[in-house]
């Protein structure tokens, strides 16, 4: 399961993309991006996850429906992988499909990032990956 949120700075927002392991409920895989863009956002992320997991089976990648997620970049990074990794989106307007990843959210953002306060992209970046 994947999803993107905003973490804000003095510098700007920082976009993080998590990737989620459901049968383990861990993140297998995460990026930290100055832009919305598929390069800056759920690619890396993606490769992280890619590096963590041996994907040996039939798998379902589930997210919103946000343009990323759908983008020709990311589609065909998940073809490639000899049909092994099914894509899913959550229906339109519904985010309840996308439970478990926004509540890693709420959880991350209340009991981490709110509690400080960055300068700089750079300074969210390492406490975010502590947290993590």
């Known amino acids: 399961m994947s999803d993107i949120t905003y973490i804000e700075t003095k510098q700007g927002w920082v ?70 990794i099914k894509q899913s989106m959550s229906r339109k307007g519904n985010c309840w499909d996308n439970a478990v990843a926004e509540s890693f959210f709420k959880s991350l953002k209340v009991e981490w990032v709110y509690k400080h306060s960055y300068g700089l992209r750079s300074e969210a970046e390492l406490s975010v990956f502590q947290c993590i």
């Open 15 to 84: 976009y993080l993309t998590v990737i989620i392991d459901l049968s383990h409920r861990k993140v297998v895989g995460w990026s930290m991006g100055e832009t919305l863009s598929t390069d800056d956002t759920i690619i890396p992320a993606r490769n992280m996850a890619a590096r963590s997991i041996d994907i040996t089976k039939e798998l379902i990648f589930h997210s919103d429906r946000r343009s990323q997620y759908a983008s020709h970049g990311f589609t065909d990074m998940l073809k490639n992988h000899n049909g092994l």
